[in-house]
C-alpha cells in the first residue's frame, strides 16, 4: 500500500473526529489527495447528530448504565430538515425507571408513539451508529431508586418463551474386598416458561446393584409447581406442590398455593441470607442436602473440610445433610438454619400467604384443609412487629413478636406460639407454646459476625403444624422439640491473616434423645523463609444423634509449589481411626483442576485420585480411591443442562436447578468465547450459548472474552448488562463479525471507482469497510460466496459476491458491484 494509501485512510479517521466535535462540518476537499474529488460521499462525517431517517436496534444507556436492545426510529422534524430526532416509544419509556410522579406528567406527540423529551426537565438523547447506542441523559430525582448491580422492577425482564431440562447425574462403581456394587442416582428439573409463568417440575431417580442380589430401581416426581414474580407486590405466587416457608410455624410439604414478600426483589444490601453447610469429608465424597426427602443439593468434594454455601436463600427450616464416603461409611446430620431477626425498614411491611393441604411424597392428599399468613410491619426507625397465624380442623397457633435493631449492639428479636391442637390417636386437646429468642451482629470494626439464632423453646403439649401432621398420620413416633440452640460466629485476624469459624447447634425432645451438632475450623496464611502464602488449617467437629457419636478432626498444610500448584500434608482422625496422605493439587487452566494424593490408614495405604472439567456443555468431575486390602472405588459425576427457545437451543453447564439463565446469540458464529461471572463457555455451531450463573433480580453482565476471541472474529460489541425475574429464560445478541480479512478493490460494473467513503455491508447489515482512494477497501468479515452491498447517500446501490475462496489470498482481490437487481456479480 502507497503513501496516498495510507493518507486516505488516516485523513478518514481525522474527519471522523471532527465530526464528533461539531453539530455540522463542511469538509475541505483539496486537502485530499484524490484523481476525482468530486466523486466523494462524506455525508455520514458531515453531522454528529444526522442519522438518516429509519429504524434501528440500538443499545439503549441511561446515564451511566447499560440497559437493552430496542428499536428506535428516527424521524426529520418538519422545521429542521438537517436533524433528525430519536423516537421514544412507550415500550422503551416504560424501561427507564421513571418515577411514577415523572410518569403522569409525560406528554407525547406524533399520536402518542414517541416521548416529549421536554416533559422530563433535564432529559437529552443522542443516537451513534458508530457503537449502535442511545445515549439517553435523565436526571436522578426523575428516576426510582437504584443502587450499584441492582435496577428498578421496570427494568426487570421475564425472558422469553422456552423449556429447559437441567440434571446432575452421580456414578460410583465400589470394589470392596472382591463384592462389586454399582449405584447410579441423579436428580433435575424439567420446566417450561411463558411470559411471566415458569412450570416446573422436579425429579430424582436411584439404580443400584450390588454383587449377588438384585438390582433396585427408583425414579420419582417430588413435586409440581408453577410460579411468578409479581414485581408491584415485591411478591412472588406459587401454586402446586411446595414446601410451607415459614420462620414462625415451621415446613411441611402441602399442596396449594402461596403468595409472599420475596426478598430477592430488594437491593442487595437489603436482602437475607442463605444457609451454608460444613463438614469434613474423610476422602472423595458425595454430599447430599435434603429436607422431608427432597433432594435440594448433590454434589462431589474431595477429601478435607467443605463448606457449601451456595444454597438457594429460600431454604429454610431443618435440613437433612449425608456425606457418603468412597468407602462405604456415610454420615448424616440434620441443621437447623439459623434466620436473622424477622426486621422490616420503617413503614415496610413482608408477608407471606398461604393455603391448601398437606400431602405425601406419593402426592396424594393427606391431611385437613389450612390456610396461614405471617407479616412483619416496621413500625418505627428500630421496631418492627410481626406474627401470624396458621389454622386448620382439629389444629391452630398463633405468633406473636417484637424486633428492635440495637444499633451499635446488633439486633433482637423475641416472639411466642401458641398451639392447640386435637391428635386422633389421644382424642384429646393438646395446648402449649413455644418462645423463641434471636439475636444477630456484625462487627465490621473486627472483622466478625455473630449470630445466634437462638433459643426456642417448646413446652411439653406445643405442637408445630409438621408434628401435628405426623401424628395424625400416625405412621411414625411423634418427636416433640423442646430446647433448641443454634449458634454461629465467624472471626477474621487481619494482621496474623487467621480466619476462625464455629457453629454450635443444639436439640432435645419431649420424647426422644438429644442430638447435638458442633464444628470448630481454624486457618492461617504465613510465611517461612522465602517461601510464601503457606496455608495451615484445623477443622474439628462431633455429631450426636439417636445416642451415636461421630466425631473427628482434620489437619492440613498446604505450600505453593509452581505458578499454580500446591503440595498439602493432611492428617484426619475419625472414630478411633487416623490417616496421612501427601497430595498434589493444580489448575490447568480456568477448566480443568486435579489433585493426586497417597498416604496411609489404620487399615492400610491409599491412594486417591480427582479431577474437574468445566465444559461447555456440562460440568464433569472424576474421582477414584484406593485402599489396601479394602476397597477400590471411582465415580462419575455429570452436572448440566438443556435450553431451547425460539432463538435457538444450547446445551450447557448448570448451577441451580432450573435456575435463571441467559442465552446469548452471536448471530451464527460458532466458538465465541462468552462469560458471566464465572468461566468461559463458547457458542456452539449455531452461535447460541448459555450462561447459567445469572442471579434473579440482580443486574448481571454477560461480556466476550476478547482475549481468546478467534483471529477472524471481531466483536463490535462485546458486554450485555440486564436484569432477570425469578426461573427466566434471558435472550440476548452480541454484534459479532466473523470472517476473512485483506484489503481488495471495490469498482463498479463500468470499472469506475465507488464515491469516497461509501460503506460496504453484509448480508446482516453490519459495517465491513470504508471505500478509499481508486476502490481500494480494506475489508472484514469476508465469508465464501457472501453477498455484500455497497451504501452511500443513505441507501445500498450495487452489491457484489465474494469468491468462494477468501482466506489466504495470493493475489490482489478485485471485486466488481453491480446495480442492485442485476443477477451477475463477478469477482477475480
Not at 346 to 361: C, H, I
Not at 467 to 485: T, V
Not at 711 to 739: C, K, L, N
Amino acid at each position: 500500500m502507497d503513501h496516498r494509501k495510507v493518507m486516505t485512510a488516516t485523513v478518514l479517521c481525522c474527519m471522523a473526529t471532527w465530526a464528533s466535535a461539531a453539530q455540522e462540518f463542511e469538509f475541505n476537499t483539496d486537502v485530499l489527495d484524490l484523481k476525482d474529488r468530486q466523486n466523494l460521499d462524506l455525508g455520514v462525517f458531515a453531522s454528529a447528530n444526522f442519522i438518516m431517517p429509519g429504524e434501528y436496534t440500538l443499545m439503549v444507556h441511561l446515564n451511566r448504565d447499560t440497559l437493552t436492545e430496542f428499536p428506535v426510529v428516527f424521524i426529520t422534524p418538519d422545521d429542521d430538515p438537517k436533524n433528525s430526532i430519536a423516537c421514544l416509544s412507550p415500550a422503551l419509556v416504560n424501561e427507564l425507571g421513571l418515577k411514577e410522579q415523572a410518569l403522569k406528567g409525560l406528554t407525547w406527540w406524533r399520536d402518542g408513539a414517541c416521548l416529549d423529551l421536554s416533559s422530563i426537565p433535564g432529559m437529552q438523547a443522542r443516537g451513534d451508529l458508530g457503537t449502535s447506542g442511545l445515549y439517553l441523559s435523565v436526571p436522578q430525582d426523575q428516576l426510582e431508586y437504584t443502587a450499584p448491580n441492582w435496577d428498578p422492577p421496570s427494568r426487570w425482564d421475564d425472558g422469553v418463551t422456552g423449556a429447559l431440562f437441567d440434571y446432575n447425574f452421580n456414578a460410583q462403581a465400589t470394589d470392596r474386598k472382591g463384592k462389586r456394587s454399582d449405584n447410579l442416582n441423579g436428580n433435575g428439573t424439567v420446566g417450561f416458561n411463558m411470559g411471566a409463568w415458569r412450570l416446573r417440575g422436579d425429579w430424582q431417580s436411584q439404580m443400584q446393584r450390588n454383587a449377588g442380589q438384585a438390582s433396585q430401581q427408583d425414579f420419582a416426581w417430588s413435586r409440581f409447581y408453577a410460579l411468578r414474580a409479581l414485581p408491584l407486590l415485591r411478591s412472588s405466587l406459587v401454586v402446586g406442590e411446595d414446601y410451607l416457608d415459614s420462620n414462625l410455624f415451621g415446613s411441611f410439604r402441602y399442596t396449594g398455593a402461596s403468595l409472599g414478600s420475596n426478598d430477592n426483589m430488594l437491593p442487595p444490601n437489603l436482602r437475607g441470607y442463605a444457609p451454608e453447610v460444613s463438614g469434613v469429608a474423610r476422602s472423595n465424597a458425595r454430599v447430599v442436602i435434603s429436607q422431608q426427602g427432597r433432594v435440594l443439593y448433590n454434589t462431589q468434594v474431595p477429601p478435607g473440610p467443605f463448606r457449601i454455601q451456595d444454597l438457594n436463600d429460600a431454604v429454610s427450616g431443618q435440613l437433612d445433610v449425608r456425606v457418603e464416603e468412597q468407602d462405604g461409611s456415610v454420615q448424616e446430620f440434620k441443621m437447623d438454619t439459623a434466620s436473622i431477626p424477622y426486621l422490616t425498614r420503617p413503614g415496610s411491611v413482608r408477608y407471606k400467604l398461604a393455603g391448601g393441604k398437606p400431602s405425601d411424597w406419593e402426592h396424594q392428599m393427606d391431611g385437613p384443609v389450612f390456610t396461614t399468613g405471617e407479616f412483619s410491619w416496621g413500625v418505627s426507625n428500630g421496631w418492627s412487629l410481626y406474627g401470624g397465624g396458621l389454622g386448620a380442623k382439629d389444629y391452630g397457633s398463633v405468633a406473636v413478636g417484637v424486633g428492635r435493631d440495637l444499633m451499635t449492639f446488633g439486633a433482637l428479636s423475641v416472639d411466642v406460639t401458641q398451639s392447640r391442637a386435637t391428635v386422633p390417636a389421644s382424642n384429646s386437646a393438646l395446648s402449649g407454646k413455644s418462645y423463641r429468642v434471636s439475636y444477630s451482629k456484625r462487627f465490621d470494626e473486627y472483622d466478625s459476625q455473630v449470630t445466634f439464632a437462638g433459643y426456642r423453646f417448646s413446652e411439653e403439649n406445643y405442637l408445630s403444624m409438621n408434628e401435628f401432621i405426623e401424628a395424625r398420620r400416625g405412621d411414625q413416633p411423634l418427636n416433640r422439640s423442646k430446647n433448641m440452640y443454634t449458634a454461629t460466629m465467624s472471626k477474621q485476624f487481619r494482621d496474623a491473616d487467621l480466619s476462625f469459624y464455629f457453629n454450635y447447634s443444639h436439640q432435645t425432645y419431649w420424647d426422644s434423645r438429644a442430638s447435638d451438632r458442633f464444628s470448630l475450623s481454624m486457618s492461617r496464611y504465613f510465611d517461612v523463609g522465602g517461601v510464601k502464602n503457606l496455608s495451615l488449617s484445623l477443622t474439628a467437629y462431633q455429631n450426636k444423634s439417636n445416642g451415636t457419636s461421630d466425631d473427628g478432626a482434620y489437619l492440613s498444610v498446604s505450600v505453593p509449589w509452581g505458578d499454580s500448584g500446591s503440595v498439602s500434608y493432611s492428617s484426619s482422625v475419625n472414630r478411633g481411626n487416623s490417616t496421612h496422605s501427601l497430595s498434589y493439587y493444580d489448575s490447568l487452566d480456568e477448566r480443568n483442576q486435579y489433585m493426586l494424593s497417597a498416604g496411609k490408614s489404620s487399615s492400610g495405604e491409599t491412594a486417591s485420585g480427582f479431577f474437574s472439567h468445566q465444559g461447555d456443555q456440562a460440568q464433569v468431575v472424576a474421582s477414584g480411591s484406593y485402599e489396601t486390602g479394602e476397597y477400590t472405588s471411582a465415580s462419575l459425576s455429570l452436572q448440566g443442562g438443556a435450553t431451547v427457545t425460539g432463538q435457538g437451543a444450547a446445551l450447557h453447564r448448570n448451577s441451580i436447578m432450573g435456575g435463571t439463565r441467559l442465552m446469548v446469540d452471536t448471530q451464527g458464529v460458532a466458538g465465541v468465547p462468552v462469560r458471566g461471572n464465572g468461566g468461559a463457555t463458547r457458542t456452539n455451531r449455531f452461535g447460541k450459548a448459555v450462561i447459567t450463573d445469572v442471579n434473579s433480580y440482580y443486574r448481571n453482565q454477560a461480556s466476550i472474552d476478547l482475549d481468546t476471541l478467534p483471529d477472524d472474529v471481531e466483536a463490535t460489541q462485546s458486554i450485555i448488562q440486564a436484569t432477570f425475574t425469578e426461573g427466566a429464560i434471558g435472550y440476548r445478541r452480541f454484534d459479532v463479525i466473523a470472517g476473512a480479512k485483506a484489503m481488495v478493490t471495490i469498482l463498479m460494473a463500468d470499472r469506475d471507482a465507488p464515491p469516497f467513503g461509501a460503506t460496504a455491508k453484509n448480508s446482516r447489515g453490519q459495517d465491513t469497510g470504508i471505500v478509499g482512494e481508486e476502490g481500494w477497501t480494506y475489508l472484514s468479515g469476508m465469508q465464501p460466496g457472501e453477498t455484500m452491498t455497497l451504501n452511500w447517500g443513505g441507501s445500498d446501490h450495487c452489491s457484489f459476491t465474494l469468491p468462494d475462496k477468501v482466506a489466504a489470498l495470493t493475489s490482489p482481490l478485485e471485486l466488481l458491484c453491480q446495480p442492485i437487481g442485476d443477477a451477475d456479480n463477478a469477482a477475480t
